[in-house]
Structures are given as structure tokens and as C-alpha cells.
């Protein structure tokens, strides 16, 4: 792959899991032409960590973003216009050329590159491009979006004739998940929130077990900033900077564990003993129960220690 100067690619666009958007116009190209569009396919939602549809895609290192979306939770539209400089330009081809090793459902491991360009979009005009692939996510460039108007009429047929704060109104209650209107009714629109998911931490999990077991083969580990990668245990062992997870699937000699953290209760938990102990170690601290019943995870640095209590876990015999 290292030979190649061509790379085939999809491009996709994801958001939040329960702040929808939809799209309204786009591209990705060049100064010349456009290389793929981004094509509305109806409100995107499904959370950072998925990829989204693919919409079209290209063979050449895109060097212009363009893209215009509506955030249904925020009532507003957003614009992002933007080149996309050399540095990073370089990066998604030595990405690409480089690809990285994964591991099939049959438990084969072998070298393949990326398949996706991924565009995330979040409240507060968040814009984040990943390359993606099987099991694999990779940040490449983040961007901020500013607010623009787009017409009611101009953006759908518009039916009923509907004012354009009646067109806010209306998609908000339809579109928008309860949950999230609760949220927001009590807490604001979190605007910061993707932003802060972006920052990396010196951290390792620390597993403990009731009786002699260990962590067998690999890890999955998807992160709050909307990365994910298979790891082998071996490379785990030392401290990272790494974003925060949002989810890990553990592999133990006779049975595995998913673990669903909560993001902002991680984010909070880090926050809190960064600030109480700058530059020092944390450890994601993880009990395995009597029987393998559950798993209990604990932030640590030096004495402070902060229980993820809204973690969601889940455990299998293999």
C-alpha cells in the first residue's frame, strides 16, 4: 500500500447520539472540483462511534470542506468553509498508506487502510473529520462551524407554509428524543461538551480480579471523541494519553465484559482530580466481582478516588 497515491473513499456524516442534524448542502474537493457531496439522507443521530451512511466518496486527499447542516436541538443552522491545510493533507495519505492491522470475526489479523472520510457535527458548531474503517477510527482535523441562516422554504417544500420559528418549533419536538429536551430544559444546549471529549489524559486501566485470572488477547475500546481501535493487551499495560473511553469490551480467560461509561461522569471525574493533581497519573481502576457477576470501575490518582457509578456493564461467559 505504501506504492499507492490513490486511495478509494466514502464520505459519511455523524452526530451525537440524540442531538440530531440533518444536511442541507455540502462537498469535499478541491480547488478544481468537487470530489464527493454530501447528500441529505434524512436526520443523522446514531452517536459519534458510528460511521453514517455512505454518501459518495472520491480517490484524491480532499483539500476543501464545505458544509451547511441544521441542529435540531439548538434550532439554528450551521456553516463550515474551510481548507483543509497541507499537514493535514499529508497526514490522511501517510493514513492511509500506512493502514494498521485488524482483526476479522474469525479471529485473523491482517494489514488493511481506511474505507471512510467521517464528518462529525455537534452542538455549539463542532466539526471533527476522522478517517474510518473495520474496527478503526482515527481523528484527523477539527474545525469550527459558524452560524448561518438557511430559509424554511429554501431547506424543504414546506407544506404548510410554516413561519421559520414555527419550522424550529415543530422538528424540535418531533425530532428531538425526550431525553434530551429534559436535559436540556434543565441544563442548556452542552456546547462545550464534544469540545472537552477531544482532550487526551495520562491514564491505563488497572484490572483486579477476586481469583487469579488476567486480560487475554486483546482490547476494544471505543472513546468519547469518536475514535475506536482494537489493541492488543500487551500494548496496554503502560500509560497513554489517550481520550477518555466510552466503551471497552474486555476479554478475560473464561469470560468478557462490556462497559458503557458515561461521558460527561468520566469527563467530570478526570477533570476533578487533574485539577487536584496536576500532571500526575490516573487509573481507571476495574473490579471484577465474585463469579464474574459484574464489573465495577473506580477513577483514581494517588488517595482521590471517584466511582463511575453510571457505567453500564455487561458480562458473558465465553
Known amino acids: 500500500m505504501e506504492n499507492k497515491e490513490y486511495f478509494n473513499w466514502g464520505v459519511s456524516v455523524t452526530a451525537p447520539r440524540e442531538y440530531p442534524v440533518e444536511i442541507h448542502r455540502g462537498y469535499l474537493g478541491n480547488e478544481n472540483k468537487m470530489m464527493a457531496a454530501f447528500i441529505s439522507t434524512g436526520t443523522v443521530e446514531e452517536g459519534w462511534i458510528y460511521d453514517g451512511e455512505s454518501l459518495s466518496g472520491g480517490n484524491e486527499i480532499p483539500k476543501q470542506l464545505s ?8 434550532k439554528k443552522f ?9 499537514i493535514t493533507q499529508n497526514n490522511i495519505q ?3 498508506e500506512d493502514g494498521y492491522m485488524n482483526k476479522d470475526q474469525n479471529g485473523v489479523w491482517s494489514h488493511i487502510t481506511y474505507k471512510k ?3 462529525g457535527l ?13 474496527n478503526k477510527k482515527i481523528e484527523i482535523a477539527h474545525y469550527q462551524a459558524t452560524e448561518t441562516f438557511v430559509s424554511v422554504n429554501e431547506f424543504y417544500r414546506n407544506p404548510d407554509e410554516d413561519t421559520q420559528q414555527e419550522f424550529y418549533d415543530i422538528f424540535y419536538k418531533i425530532e428531538v428524543p425526550k431525553e434530551t429536551k429534559d436535559y436540556i430544559k434543565k441544563n442548556g444546549v452542552p456546547v462545550k461538551l464534544w469540545k472537552e471529549f477531544r482532550t487526551k489524559y495520562n491514564y491505563r486501566f488497572n484490572i483486579h480480579f477476586y481469583k487469579t485470572d488476567k486480560e487475554s488477547s486483546e482490547r476494544e475500546t471505543e472513546y468519547v471523541n469518536g475514535e475506536k481501535e482494537i489493541v492488543k493487551v500487551e500494548d496496554l499495560i503502560i500509560y497513554q494519553n489517550k481520550p477518555l473511553p466510552s466503551y471497552c469490551r474486555f476479554w478475560f480467560s473464561q469470560y468478557n465484559a ?3 461509561f458515561d461521558g460527561e461522569e468520566i469527563l467530570n471525574a478526570f477533570k476533578k482530580l487533574t485539577a487536584a493533581h496536576p500532571n500526575k497519573k490516573i487509573e481507571i481502576e476495574a473490579k471484577v466481582a465474585f463469579m464474574y457477576k459484574t464489573t465495577t470501575f473506580t477513577v483514581r490518582c494517588e488517595r482521590d478516588e471517584i466511582p463511575l457509578e453510571k457505567t453500564v456493564v455487561r458480562m458473558w461467559k465465553n
Open 122 to 134: 455537534a452542538p455549539g458548531g463542532t466539526v471533527v473529520l476522522w478517517l474510518s474503517g473495520p
Open 67 to 74: 458544509l451547511t447542516w441544521i441542529s435540531y436541538a439548538e
Open 94 to 96: 501517510k493514513l492511509f
Open 117 to 119: 472520510i467521517t464528518v
Open 78 to 86: 450551521w456553516k463550515v468553509e474551510t481548507a483543509i491545510d497541507q
Open 258 to 260: 462490556e462497559a458503557e
